[in-house]
């Protein structure tokens, strides 16, 4: 069986979808202790070491076959300003590879590393130049691929992953395409705590005339839809911008400005919308068999808008990564 060390690991939705296609994962890190408990709860404590990726040398990391990074993607965002490896989160993938080349001759024959599509362009391409030549200096041939969750669930979500491997060619398949049978009402929660009147109307006046002419189109359709829409910042005043089809945008955590994610529900006549739950969260990441009671609903949610999508990793293993 193919083993697994897992950086960045977070709550663990890289261990998911690896599990489901054989692969076992043996070592884990990540820093934030409200992911780590969440990590625990669904995976148990053995091999999780919470603490600083810098703070992790060669010799601390078991015989793998395989080490996935889904290092932070903060500064490759332009929530981030795009300071890319420069910045003091998304930087840390310099240390990931410091761990593999400390390993030496016990380095693992494969590498994952996952991303936001920000990642190709940060610094005018230079970024993502340094990790590859990095990884070619380790003795790695590479190969990268797009790959949207809209693919596997309503959610449009694109990441890229650079796929390493040591002795030939790296060659990838096509990506998988979005598919147009996926709604958000497949994954919505009946019921939920839908906005009072007010709450409501507040939001429909922060909408801009775009948007306003959307929403009053989707409000007088015969059938009832649900769409994804985002509360953004814009010149210091909260607005809203709702999707123009039925699909969740990228789940994002609210660290650095990021927008947080609402379900607008209307047809028929009528309008309602309100804040996106937990367990919808969960479906969208193709995570919502987990456990979550370990943190608040917010701190889980916060977990699951910074982690991979299950299905999209389960897909990566199975037709990108060498068989065990």
Known sequence: MTRAAEFFAGMGLMRAGLERSGIQTV???DICPVKAALYRDNWGGDGLHVGDVRGLHGDDIPDIELATASFPCVDLSLAGYRRGLDGEQSGLVMDFLRILDEMAGRAPGAVLI???PGFLTANGGEDWQTVISGLNALGYATGHIVVNASAFVPQSRARVFIVARRGGRVELPDAP?????LRLA??????GEWWPPSRLAAFLLSL???????VTGYQGQEGTGFYGAFRRTRNGAAVWEVRADEMAG???TTRGGSAKQAIVRAGGGSLAARWMSLPEYARLQGAGDMRYGAVTPQQAMFALGDAVCVPVIEWIAEHCLPAS
Not at 208 to 214: A, I, K, T, V
């Open 27 to 29: 070592f884990a890190n």
């Open 114 to 116: 996952e991303n936001v």
């Open 177 to 181: 395409a979005p598919r147009d049978d």
């Open 186 to 191: 497949d994954i919505a929660e009946d019921g």
């Open 208 to 214: 801009s005339p775009l948007q306003e002419c959307r």
């Open 250 to 252: 990228a789940l994002r």
